[in-house]
């Protein structure tokens, strides 16, 4: 578990740099630019899949009952 959480993190890290360095040069190399970005979005979308969302866990009881009416 532990090397899938660090192939995410060099990927993010590594990604945002060449993105970062292919940027900053003065005539931008957009091959470069695009494989950074998308090593870094590659990490970031492997990372996120690992989260929980907030949805999945079972919905909790109301303090608020509800009566039933009698109709007599």
Do not use: C, H, W
């Not at 959480?5 to 970062?20: D, F, Q, T």
């Not at 900053?24 to 870094?40: D, F, R, S």
């Amino acid at each position: 578990m532990n090397f899938y959480r660090l192939i995410n993190v060099l990927s993010i890290v590594i990604g945002g740099a060449v993105a970062i360095f292919a940027q900053a040069e003065e005539k931008q190399n957009t091959y470069l630019l695009l494989g950074g970005i998308v090593l870094l979005m590659f990490g970031v979308y492997r990372t996120s899949r690992n989260i929980p969302n907030k949805f999945d866990q079972p919905e909790e009881e109301t303090y608020v009952k509800t009566e039933k009416i009698n109709e007599d």
